[in-house]
């Protein structure tokens, strides 16, 4: 590198450190991005997409099309994984995964008894989870099929309610489900 008579030289900080920079390296920089060199032309491409990778996540910051969505999980933290493939294992998915959720929250019930069902009682999260994923899923389809899906999630979980806590077996918790599944839903959809 020609490093001239002059021998001036500029303190440059790059990525948090400082460095000395002889002038002349300084020039021959910037002949590179002005394109003057054809011997340098690829050097001004490398420092264009340095320039671009420094600029990523300033733009990033500021763009909700790229910007990662925190969840709140409310609480459901360290059992998310058991839940999750639980869900995966009977293809509750998308909503109906927020709806299995909203019940976990409303059930919440001990160990062993997590989504209320009574069949699976005294067995543990994974089989808990995985009766109440299965019976929403079924009941979504059983829904479907009845034609009458007019008032869609909403209508769909006073459906799932009346199967899931029926009227005859806890009228109470039937009219406390009906409130605090779709409440909890909606926690978890936005």
Sequence with gaps: MDTGKSGNALIVQWLGHET????????LLLRAVMGKDANMRFLKGILWLF????ATPIAAENCPAVQIR????????????TII????????????????????????????????????QGTNLDKQAGWAAA????????????????????????????RYCPIAVDPEGNKNWKINVPYWFNKFEN
């Design 20 to 27: 000395f920079v002889l002038e002349t390296e300084v020039r």
């Design 51 to 54: 320039i671009a990778l420094l």
């Design 70 to 81: 925190v969840r709140d999980w409310h609480g459901l933290e360290s059992e998310l994984p």
């Design 85 to 120: 493939t639980a869900a995966e294992r009977n293809h509750c998915q998308n909503k109906l995964f927020s709806i299995l959720l909203a019940i976990r929250k409303t059930e919440n019930g001990p160990r062993g008894f997590e989504f209320g069902v009574i069949a699976a």
């Design 135 to 162: 019976t929403v899923v079924k009941s979504y389809a059983r829904w479907q099929a009845t034609g009458n899906i007019e008032g869609g999630i909403p209508n769909f979980i006073n459906f799932l309610a009346d």
